[in-house]
């Protein structure tokens, strides 16, 4: 079989993240389904510095000789930015020998904004494509505003965002923290975004926290000769290490593509407080817009799944 009619075989999915360290993770894990082919990258300045993490993307890309793949910057500005140490953290990741073995291809940087280039790669495709949304909304809620037709061509957003019943992770002066950072970097986008009337399945905190990082998972990865799992452990050590708890987070999206079998979706309808203490928290309204959540997710078969992409080499 030649390449083109096997790229015609797999689902276009679209990758919109904030250059956090489980932004690529998710990221690697997209990168092993067979049966999806990302079209195009765009990085929000969110969870992370914008250079750093566009060097990160393309080495990875790099990693997996995916040449193919172009990446966009995102001009997006925050609401409420995430905390200057947070943004920091993934730093190390362009000095991973794994890594610097590979350099980075800057001729796959578009030099477009990201609203144009997301317009223009799901414009591009015949038929609808997924988006693994794993950070802030803004750069997709801007790309709607400019070409509204772009919503016919998206299938559904999987996005990592938001708390129900559990409290949410952002701290800040005069906040009671029910808020989740991808929703409060930008209330009004996150708002904006659920109501532009594409199907929204998101991942939130809830479920997030039944799948840490944790001392098997780790264990798993560092006793691995494969590239891959000792890629993803050098990734989290350092983290891991330092935080006592870490989550998959921004891998739950990417992970369900694979093996969807593995989740269980509720339904609701939900809005985004956008003033006051609780500013960013969603909440459940009549008058809201319909959503799709992630409520349980097996944990071991989330593991095993995970760890066996990473075989691949």
Request: aromatic share 12%.
């Amino acid at each position: 079989m030649s390449l083109k009619p096997l790229l015609s075989l797999q689902k276009p999915v679209f990758f919109d993240h904030d250059g956090s360290v489980d932004d690529f993770v998710a990221l690697i894990c997209l990168l092993t389904l067979d049966q999806y082919r990302i079209t195009g990258i765009s990085i929000t300045n969110g969870n992370c510095h914008l250079d750093v993490a566009t060097e990160s993307t393309l080495r990875i890309l790099s990693l997996f000789c995916r040449y193919d793949v172009e990446v966009a910057q995102s001009s997006a500005l925050p609401m409420n930015p995430f905390p200057e140490n947070w943004r920091s953290k993934s730093h190390f990741i362009n000095k991973l020998k794994i890594l610097t073995e590979r350099a980075p291809d800057f001729k796959q940087l578009s030099k477009i904004d990201a609203v144009d280039f997301t317009a223009q790669k799901l414009l591009a495709e015949t038929e609808k494509t997924i988006i693994v949304l794993t950070g802030p909304a803004t750069n997709l809620v801007q790309t709607f505003e400019r070409y509204p037709e772009v919503k016919n061509k998206v299938d559904k957003i999987l996005w990592m965002a938001g708390a129900f019943m559990d409290d949410g992770n952002v701290k800040w002066p005069d906040h009671d923290g029910s808020a989740e950072w991808n929703i409060f970097w930008s209330p009004d986008a996150a708002s904006a975004l659920l109501e532009s009337g594409v199907p929204v399945y998101m991942f939130p905190l809830d479920s997030c926290r039944q799948l840490p990082v944790d001392h098997d998972l780790m264990y798993n990865l560092k006793h691995s000769r494969k590239k891959l799992s000792k890629l993803v452990y050098q990734l989290f050590n350092p983290i891991f290490s330092a935080h006592a708890h870490y989550y998959m987070w921004d891998v739950l999206p990417a992970v369900y593509l694979g093996k969807p079998e593995l989740f269980q979706f509720e339904n609701t309808a939900i809005s985004v407080e956008k003033r006051g203490t609780s500013v960013g928290n969603i909440y459940r309204s009549s008058n809201g817009s319909k959503v799709w959540y992630s409520k349980y997710i097996s944990d071991q078969g989330f593991y095993d799944f995970l760890l066996n992409q990473l075989k691949q080499f």
